[in-house]
């Protein structure tokens, strides 16, 4: 409820963990919007106004309204932030092929813009070695 945004406003704001933290790594957030205003609603990865966004139809998950996930900001918050007592809740959970969709979907978009250490959180060593090998072999056929 008392979540700070980049921009400094405060409020009330559903929140997407992308990450698994190990060791010292922290919790890597991004904002959702049940605002549609002109986003599209068809389902899943899209660009609108230069910002990479995946749209989640009420109903599909645990969200009770179409909810549109922002992906062209990440919040890192270290573990201890994130308790009861800070007023954080867990709400439910998002299946993991929907999971790997979104973060797909925030790389589509967003790659130049994420660090490297955020990457290693989000992507594991074997997983973005295949990536790179899938797109190379990919290049190569075309």
Request: glycine share 4%; proline share 5%.
């Amino acid at each position: 409820p008392q979540f700070r945004f980049h921009d400094g406003i405060i409020g009330n704001k559903l929140l997407v963990l992308l990450n698994t933290p190990t060791g010292n790594e922290s919790y890597l957030f991004v904002t959702t919007t049940s605002q549609r205003k002109d986003k599209p609603s068809t389902i899943g990865c899209f660009k609108h106004r230069y910002s990479g966004m995946f749209f989640v139809p009420k109903a599909t998950t645990f969200f009770e309204i179409d909810t549109w996930v922002l992906l062209f900001e990440l919040y890192e918050i270290k573990p201890s932030d994130v308790t009861s007592k800070n007023g954080w809740s867990r709400i439910g959970s998002l299946p993991k092929k929907l999971m790997e969709q979104i973060i797909d979907c925030l790389f589509i978009h967003h790659e130049d813009d994420i660090s490297e250490l955020h990457e290693s959180w989000l992507r594991p060593l074997i997983t973005s070695l295949l990536q790179k090998l899938k797109e190379r072999f990919n290049i190569e056929r075309n």
